[in-house]
């Protein structure tokens, strides 16, 4: 096994970072590195904001649910689905280019461009010992967030990501079996299978929060998933991609 694949392995959530800005050759490493992703097409549909304002900051905070790590942080980055500049493209070229940016496929190639870059982006930052955290609770208000961002047309922001020099580590969380991700040459159907490996992931997480916590909380994966699943959050997402012109046909 290589230092590569050790520090992916070694991934965990860091909610804790201590007082620490990032030093500008720091976030340059991350952000190429995220620009070395491959992209579909040569499209780079996306574009990265680095949130330094604290006022910001802490407004961004607010929205993903009062989480202290999206303000106190050693950067905050915002990652961004962004097909404006391809329609600036056409204007350059005098070419009306807006039936494929309006396409269900376009605005796809926007989200898969957007989290390829951000995952090298985390990948980097961890490599060089820094701790890092996903935001999706930006979604929360996203008309909010693209006014703070000032972001355009045919712009929009996806998640935050929260890196910065660890505080306090965590442990970390047990993925799904790998014999349940993974299906060679068909998609495994067979629902007594398919169970018996959920079941069992079941004890497993159970298992994790029940020492994690000392024994406070032993919620299973299953229970955990339809919880959140029957919330029925962010409803508004069609209506406002809609509103920014993308994902139309």
């Known amino acids: 096994m290589n230092n590569v694949i050790e520090t992916i392995l070694n991934h965990r959530s860091i909610r804790s970072f201590e007082d620490q800005l990032l030093t500008a050759e720091q976030i340059e490493a991350i952000v190429e590195s995220a620009q070395a992703a491959?992209?579909?097409?040569?499209?780079?549909?996306?574009?990265?904001?680095?949130?330094?304002?604290k006022e910001i900051k802490k407004k961004l905070a607010e929205i993903a649910g009062n989480q202290s790590y999206v303000e106190n942080n050693g950067h905050f980055f915002?990652?961004?689905?962004?097909?404006?500049?391809?329609?600036?493209?056409g204007e350059m070229e005098d070419q009306s280019v807006d039936t494929s940016l309006e396409s269900t496929e376009k605005f796809m190639v926007g989200l898969i461009d957007a989290a390829l870059a951000?995952?090298?982006?985390?990948?980097a930052a961890e490599s060089m010992g820094l701790g890092i955290c996903y935001i999706g609770g930006i979604r929360n208000n996203l008309n909010?967030?693209?006014?703070?961002?000032?972001?355009?047309?045919?712009?929009?922001?996806?998640f935050g990501l929260?890196?910065?020099?660890?505080?306090?580590?965590?442990?970390?969380?047990?993925?799904?079996?790998?014999?349940h991700i993974y299906h060679e040459n068909t998609y495994e159907q067979n629902q007594e299978l398919y169970r018996e490996q959920l079941e069992s992931y079941n004890d497993t997480i159970s298992n994790?929060?029940?020492?994690?916590?000392?024994?406070?909380?032993?919620?299973?994966?299953?229970?955990?998933?339809?919880?959140?699943?029957?919330?029925?959050s962010r409803l508004y997402m069609k209506e406002f991609v809609e509103s920014k012109k993308m994902n139309l046909r």
């Not at 579909?40 to 330094?52: D, E, F, K, N, R």
């Not at 990652?79 to 404006?84: E, I, M, Q, R, V």
């Not at 909010?144 to 996806?158: G, N, S």
């Not at 929260?162 to 014999?179: D, E, H, I, T, Y």
């Open 38 to 53: 491959s992209t579909s097409s040569y499209i780079q549909a996306y574009s990265i904001i680095g949130v330094t304002d």
């Open 144 to 158: 909010e967030v693209t006014e703070l961002l000032k972001t355009p047309e045919r712009v929009i922001p996806l």
């Open 78 to 89: 915002v990652f961004c689905a962004d097909l404006y500049r391809h329609t600036v493209a």
């Open 162 to 179: 929260a890196v910065g020099v660890p505080k306090k580590s965590s442990s970390k969380k047990p993925r799904l079996p790998m014999k």
């Open 208 to 232: 994790y929060y029940s020492e994690r916590t000392a024994g406070k909380r032993n919620d299973t994966w299953t229970g955990q998933m339809v919880g959140m699943l029957d919330k029925k």
């Open 118 to 123: 951000a995952q090298n982006a985390a990948i």
